[in-house]
């Protein structure tokens, strides 16, 4: 029996598969990064983190129009702290425990970065499909972020002309080298926090190929766009 799915940024619960992971209550921010590096070998490096004031919570980077409060790199040279290693997660997350976490794509894996709307769609034709996924992330600022392999950057222009579309036509990103996306915990200003749409577990270890997942993501996206 299908699963209905809704679009809605507070997402709980894995929404493919079964024998999910849930997110484990009461883990710190800290407790979050050392996990993602021990037992996914992901790189992960901290952000900027929020400091209240006159109860408000801003960006420790200063900015009082910060796009992206608490969720960014905090430092120009974030690709080299990055680190794969518990203990260099644990001695990262020391000097500010509040940091956010962020992933380094490029490196273990890419992301296919869609609009929320589209995100639901498309998750829902793929359980149909019997597609095999990756970990997928929802963000506040209403995005989905489909992890897959690495070198997604360099196929999915490509694969989706193929399937008829013009790759400036689709709200259809890739994250790959030199860029990131922020893991749960972390928030976003007021906006609220990252969390899992599709949760890591043992059983999406391995990621899927950007080929796989292009169809439905290409056709969700052009789906929502002809209705906006």
Request: hydrophobic share 35%; charged share 20%.
């Amino acid at each position: 029996m299908e699963e209905t799915i809704t679009g809605t940024s507070d997402v709980t619960s894995p929404v493919t598969a079964t024998g999910q992971i849930p997110q484990q209550r009461g883990d710190t921010i800290p407790d979050a990064a050392v996990r993602y590096a021990e037992e996914r070998h992901w790189d992960v490096f901290p952000g900027t983190w929020l400091e209240s004031g006159d109860g408000v919570q801003r960006c420790s980077c200063g900015d009082a129009a910060c796009p992206a409060p608490g969720a960014h790199p905090a430092r120009p040279d974030w690709a080299t702290q990055a680190t794969g290693s518990a203990t260099g997660a644990r001695r990262l997350w020391a000097k500010q425990p509040t940091a956010s976490v962020l992933l380094p794509t490029g490196r273990t894996f890419d992301a296919i970065d869609v609009p929320e709307t589209a995100g639901f769609l498309a998750l829902a034709r793929m359980e149909r499909m019997e597609i095999t996924l990756g970990p997928v992330t929802c963000t506040p600022d209403r995005r989905m972020q489909f992890f897959v392999l690495p070198g997604a950057g360099a196929k999915v222009p490509d694969l989706v002309r193929r399937l008829g579309w013009p790759p400036a036509s689709l709200d259809l990103v890739t994250l790959g080298e030199g860029q990131y996306v922020a893991a749960p915990p972390t928030r976003f200003g007021s906006r609220g926090a990252v969390q899992w749409a599709c949760h890591p577990t043992a059983a999406n270890r391995w990621l899927p190929d950007a080929e796989e997942l292009v169809s439905p993501l290409a056709y969700s996206c052009g789906r929502e766009g002809r209705r906006a």
